[in-house]
């Protein structure tokens, strides 16, 4: 496209946020042409060489690598993409940081902090732009959530309130690890609910209440022993099946978070909801769209819960898609996360959240972990 700068993309992991990811560059030529940068699709990267081969094709990638390194040596590359399971975000990131390549990785940021702390120190010390595809905050109804909470209307904040509750892993018969079940094995997880679903909790309550003080947590391990498909043994089970923590926020409020894979009837129930002293605020993932919101200044014969429909052109992203009172998806959080990315580029502003700011989602995960292990309060550091 003529007068357009490129960001040449190389992409790693070609599962389910591979493909969330690939859709999203796909459609940033379509609904965001205002943008100074292009993305240009250059490599996926996998290790199996027919999947990556026809991943690659199915998703419009001009070439493929079965290696990570040898896509980060490659100098038709700007920015690294990171779709792999967590024990892998850490080495590849500090590699293309020192590549001089930027980095984008999922989240978490890495399997614990001290991993954190050091791709937060590479990608600092190589001074290459980043982000954490924490992309729930790109939800249009979450975004104004954000805009009514800076704007005062909700005044002091009391209680914030979240859960992510799932029900994929009650069976004892499920083994642990390896394709497709790598969430299930510690190692390559880091931790369980709390590193996989709490942490995109904990990302939009920090971004909407401030930062977290102190934790006290509960955790629970269900199936302690499942068979793990990678050596056919059964193994002790590492991770967190459950999580339940209160907190307190830097503002004076109090939070409560729980998540679990054990809730059943609930496939990706993602719900927050916050309670200040004028207004109250609360969203639910399966009814993306509509934001609730309670203002106690209206007039009180008519006061009650309002059901906001995000779909105008002056909410926020909307004024990108359809007509409004037309809905949008999951997808387009991505879609946006990846907008938000290239737009950086043009303002030379960072695209939050960066590596530094997940690094401190990650301080508050392994905070939880550590009060739900001694069984006490523990300070974020
Ligand atoms: N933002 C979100 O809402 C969200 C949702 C799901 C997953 N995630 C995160 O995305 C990451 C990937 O999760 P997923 O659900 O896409 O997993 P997945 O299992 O669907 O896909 C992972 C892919 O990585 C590939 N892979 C593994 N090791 C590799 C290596 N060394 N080199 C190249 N490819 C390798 C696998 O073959 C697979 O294609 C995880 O960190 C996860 O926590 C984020």
């Excluded at 982000?131 to 005044?155: C, E, F, M």
Aim: charged letters at 25%.
């Amino acid at each position: 496209m003529a007068n357009k700068k490129e960001l040449r993309i190389g992409l790693i992991g070609c599962g389910f946020m591979g493909r969330t990811h690939s859709n999203a560059y796909n459609r940033i030529r379509n609904f965001f042409p205002e943008l100074a940068y292009i993305p240009v699709l250059k490599a996926a990267c996998a290790r199996n060489e027919e999947r990556v081969k026809a991943f690659a094709e199915q998703w419009n990638y001009e070439s493929y690598e079965t290696d990570w390194k040898k896509l980060i040596e490659r100098d038709d590359i700007d920015a690294i993409d990171i779709c792999t399971p967590n024990d892998t975000h850490a080495e590849i990131a500090i590699a293309a940081a020192q590549a001089g390549k930027m980095v984008l990785t999922e989240k978490p940021l890495a399997r614990n902090v001290e991993e954190a702390r050091k791709m937060v120190d590479a990608v600092e010390k190589a001074k290459v732009a980043n982000t954490v595809w924490y992309n729930y905050r790109r939800i249009p109804a979450v975004s104004l959530a954000k805009q009514i909470i800076d704007s005062g209307k909700l005044g002091k904040i009391f209680h914030y309130r979240a859960n992510f509750l799932q029900d994929w892993t009650i069976s004892a018969d499920l083994p642990q690890g390896g394709e497709g079940l790598w969430r299930m094995d510690a190692n390559v997880a880091g931790s369980g609910v709390t590193g996989d679903l709490l942490a995109h909790c904990i990302d939009t309550a920090i971004w909407l209440n401030g930062s977290i003080k102190d934790v006290n947590a509960v955790t629970e391990t269900f199936v302690k022993e499942r068979m793990h498909q990678l050596t056919g043994k059964v193994e002790k089970v590492g991770i967190d099946d459950a999580c339940i923590f209160h907190c307190h926020f830097a503002n004076g409020s109090l939070g409560l978070f729980e998540s679990t894979r054990y809730a059943r009837g609930h496939k990706a129930l993602y719900t927050f909801e916050i309670n200040g002293e004028h207004a109250s605020i609360k969203w639910d993932l399966h009814d993306l769209n509509r934001l609730e919101y309670f203002d106690h200044s209206d007039e009180s014969r008519v006061r009650g819960w309002r059901s906001i429909h995000v779909t105008d052109g002056d909410q926020p992203y909307m004024d990108h898609w359809w007509v409004p009172g037309l809905g949008i998806g999951y997808e387009h959080s991505f879609i946006h996360q990846a907008a938000d990315f290239l737009k950086s580029l043009e303002t030379g502003e960072p695209c939050s959240p960066t590596f530094r700011d997940a690094f401190e989602t990650q301080q508050v995960c392994e905070a939880v972990l550590e009060s739900a292990a001694s069984g006490s309060w523990k300070e974020i550091e």
